[in-house]
């Protein structure tokens, strides 16, 4: 399992559920890191395609090349991780993210942050409670 290591200054209690928050979010980083990571394959491979039409090899090539610079252009600044923007939340933020998580675990109580994430990832109805949540 990948570790996320999120540092931040909130009560215990509250650090547990960003960290909780940041080790759910490494599994939706990935789907969306996909979902842009198709648009600028779109692009690329749509250019390349109406390069070939027009220009045969050497339309590919060029199409792919605008196209790959096209798909730079359009998904830059999408990729930042979900853990860094969760950490970056400012505290009256990460207070609400907070009482939302709690809410939604109700009665379960935790003495660590270790306890709490393997109380959650064991329970894939928790899991995507919170993650439909936030």
């Given at each position: 399992?990948?570790?996320?290591?999120?540092?931040?200054?909130?009560?215990?209690?509250?650090?547990?559920?960003?960290?909780?928050?940041?080790?759910?979010?490494?599994?939706?980083?990935?789907?969306?890191?996909?979902?842009?990571?198709?648009?600028?394959?779109?692009?690329?491979?749509?250019?390349?395609?109406?390069?070939?039409?027009?220009?045969?090899?050497?339309?590919?090539?060029?199409?792919?090349?605008?196209?790959?610079?096209?798909?730079?252009?359009?998904?830059?600044?999408?990729?930042?991780?979900?853990?860094?923007?969760?950490?970056?939340?400012?505290?009256?933020?990460?207070?609400?993210?907070?009482?939302?998580?709690?809410?939604i675990l109700g009665s379960i109580t935790w003495t660590d942050v270790a306890q709490l994430t393997a109380l959650v990832m064991g329970n894939a109805t928790l899991q995507q409670q919170?993650?439909?949540?936030?």
């Amino acid at each position: 399992m990948l570790r996320v290591h999120c540092i931040s200054k909130m009560p215990p209690r509250v650090d547990d559920v960003m960290k909780l928050c940041c080790e759910l979010s490494t599994n939706q980083q990935v789907k969306a890191t996909v979902k842009q990571s198709g648009k600028g394959a779109v692009a690329a491979g749509g250019l390349a395609f109406a390069g070939g039409l027009i220009g045969g090899p050497l339309g590919i090539a060029v199409g792919g090349a605008v196209g790959g610079l096209l798909g730079c252009w359009l998904t830059s600044g999408q990729f930042k991780p979900l853990p860094h923007v969760i950490m970056e939340l400012t505290p009256n933020q990460q207070q609400r993210l907070y009482e939302d998580i709690v809410a939604i675990l109700g009665s379960i109580t935790w003495t660590d942050v270790a306890q709490l994430t393997a109380l959650v990832m064991g329970n894939a109805t928790l899991q995507q409670q919170i993650l439909s949540d936030k």
